[in-house]
T-cell receptor, first 113, second 108 residues
Framework: GAVVSQHPSRVICKSGTSVKIECRSLDFQATTMFWYRQFPKKSLMLMATSNEGSKATYEQGVEKDKFLINHASLTLSTLTVTSAHPEDSSFYIC?????????FGPGTRLLVL | KNEVEQSPQNLTAQEGEFITINCSYSVGISALHWLQQHPGGGIVSLFMLSSGKKKHGRLIATINIQEKHSSLHITASHPRDSAVYICAATQNNNDMRFGAGTRLTVKP
């Protein structure tokens, strides 16, 4: 089946620094990638939809200047959490879709100290 | 009201029991997903359904498009099935809406 990888799987950073998370589709080209965030004991929340070669579409309430998304190729999307704060600590998950099926990455756990 | 409702929120079962998790949705969808999240957080896609029924091992997923309802069944449950199961609906515009999840604990 289709495989989506995320890197890193875990990251700890200091408050005020920026963190980049990569999402790669390993064996298919993903025209669209999605970024989700999961708060503790909550379901996934869609942050933004990323289409290759165009600007990401952010969900209401998600700060586009804080969560920078780049989808430079059909197999790679990156999410950069800029000037991270402790409240940004969360589990970030990407998914990629060649058509309708979404294939999920394993997630990245971010802890901001 | 959430667009995707799951029940129950929490479920505890004894090993070997037959388990059913329900999902109702109010939006028009192109597909319905069942996801499994283990305590470490990683998410695995179990099924994607647009009609009928799918089976994989001890897992069965069904969907009734007219009633906007889907169920996930686990036969002969095992402690390793303990996880959070999430129902997600892909809308026709490819947006995804998630249920709150069902936390399943299977006791030996």
């Amino acid at each position: 089946g289709a495989v989506v990888s995320q890197h890193p799987s875990r990251v700890i950073c200091k408050s005020g620094t920026s963190v980049k998370i990569e999402c790669r589709s390993l064996d298919f080209q993903a025209t669209t990638m999605f970024w989700y965030r999961q708060f503790p004991k909550k379901s996934l929340m869609l942050m933004a939809t990323s289409n290759e070669g165009s600007k990401a579409t952010y969900e209401q309430g998600v700060e586009k200047d804080k969560f920078l998304i780049n989808h430079a190729s059909l197999t790679l999307s990156t999410l950069t959490v800029t000037s991270a704060h402790p409240e940004d600590s969360s589990f970030y998950i990407c998914s990629a879709t060649p058509h309708e099926t979404q294939y999920f990455g394993p997630g990245t756990r971010l802890l901001v100290l | 009201k959430n667009e995707v409702e799951q029940s129950p929120q929490n479920l505890t079962a004894q090993e070997g029991e037959f388990i059913t998790i329900n999902c109702s949705y109010s939006v028009g969808i192109s597909a319905l997903h069942w996801l499994q999240q283990h305590p470490g957080g990683g998410i695995v896609s179990l099924f994607m359904l647009s009609s009928g029924k799918k089976k994989h091992g001890r897992l069965i997923a069904t969907i009734n498009i007219q009633e906007k309802h889907s169920s996930l069944h686990i036969t002969a449950s095992h402690p390793r099935d303990s996880a959070v199961y999430i129902c997600a609906a892909t809308q026709n515009n490819n947006d995804m809406r998630f249920g709150a999840g069902t936390r399943l604990t299977v006791k030996p």
